[in-house]
């Protein structure tokens, strides 16, 4: 049902590709591609709408480069495809190449010092400033696309109150230190919530995720672990704690060693259910790796 919508929907926009994708924690689902954030929000809403379908929609990628220690380029838009992957381990790759856009922002000056400091934080590079007007000031800025196919837009118009305008071109790729950093539930990688973000950004990034997973996935009867992993390496980790039934509300006095039986009993149980237990990941969880 699904692929018959999407294909309705090639037929009379162009612009939207699309491509067969399976996934560990979500299964057979579809990688698209879209002009834009607004270009995404209204394909999502024409299926939700005229098809009656309930979407999940994952982190946007980029495509990046790997270079390999031979010179071949491969390409990577999946984060489970990113070195270090069964494709591509990471003694084979020589560097990582990330695309970048010139992009041209036009700001009243009074905003002009949060504008910047946006750019800043998105790892731009200033090119040039200038004013226009003694109230209107253009500056360009070359910027990862990773950073812009966000929310760049929405704080761009927030930080200038709507005043601010934007467009970009696509001006190549460059050499950038990018990591894949994997979502870890129970020890089991969740495919569909991991991403490729900066060396700079990867803790905090983590941290924030595993966080706010913490707070949308429902206790269970027994204890979930999340981690955030880079490589080999665990950088963020939460815990929801078990849900715990009172199975000493029946015992009224008696020997504590009874208690005690019962609390065992109810510890094997809990520790036989994390091993043969699944988390079921809610769909706002995925929604909301994309505001963090």
Not at 2 to 9: N, R, T, V
Not at 38 to 60: D, F, Q
Not at 115 to 136: A, H
Not at 220 to 240: C, H, P, T, Y
């Amino acid at each position: 049902e699904l692929k018959d919508s999407i294909e309705k929907l090639k037929l009379n926009d162009p612009s939207f590709s699309y491509e067969p994708e399976n996934s560990l924690a979500l299964g057979f689902g579809f990688r698209c591609g879209f002009l834009g954030l607004l270009h995404m929000e209204i394909i999502v809403e024409r299926l939700e709408r005229e098809y009656g379908l309930s979407l999940i929609s994952t982190s946007p990628t980029v495509l990046y480069n790997i270079i390999t220690v031979k010179g071949e380029i491969k390409t990577a838009l999946n984060p489970m495809k990113f070195p270090p992957s069964k494709d591509i381990p990471m003694q084979e790759v020589d560097h990582i190449e990330e695309p970048f856009i010139r992009a041209n922002i036009y700001v009243p000056s009074e905003y002009l010092g949060k504008i910047i400091s946006l750019c800043v934080e998105k790892r731009g590079l200033q090119i040039e400033l200038k004013y226009i007007t003694k109230s209107r000031v253009q500056l360009v800025y070359e910027l990862p696309l990773s950073e812009i196919v966000l929310d760049f837009y929405d704080q761009l118009k927030s930080l200038s109150k709507g005043y601010a305008s934007f467009d970009y071109e696509f001006s190549g790729y460059r050499p950038a230190d990018m990591l894949k950093l994997e979502i870890l539930v129970n020890k089991d990688p969740v495919d569909a919530l991991s991403v490729i973000v900066h060396r700079d950004k990867a803790y905090a990034r983590g941290r924030n995720i595993v966080e706010k997973l913490r707070t949308l996935i429902p206790r269970q009867m027994f204890e979930v672990v999340l981690q955030a992993q880079i490589g080999s390496k665990i950088i963020a980790r939460e815990e929801i704690k078990a849900l715990r039934k009172n199975v000493l509300a029946k015992c009224y006095g008696g020997d504590i060693t009874r208690k005690r039986k019962l609390l065992e009993k109810q510890k094997e149980g809990k520790k036989k259910m994390k091993n043969i237990g699944s988390v079921e990941i809610p769909q706002e969880a995925f929604l909301s790796i994309l505001k963090v």
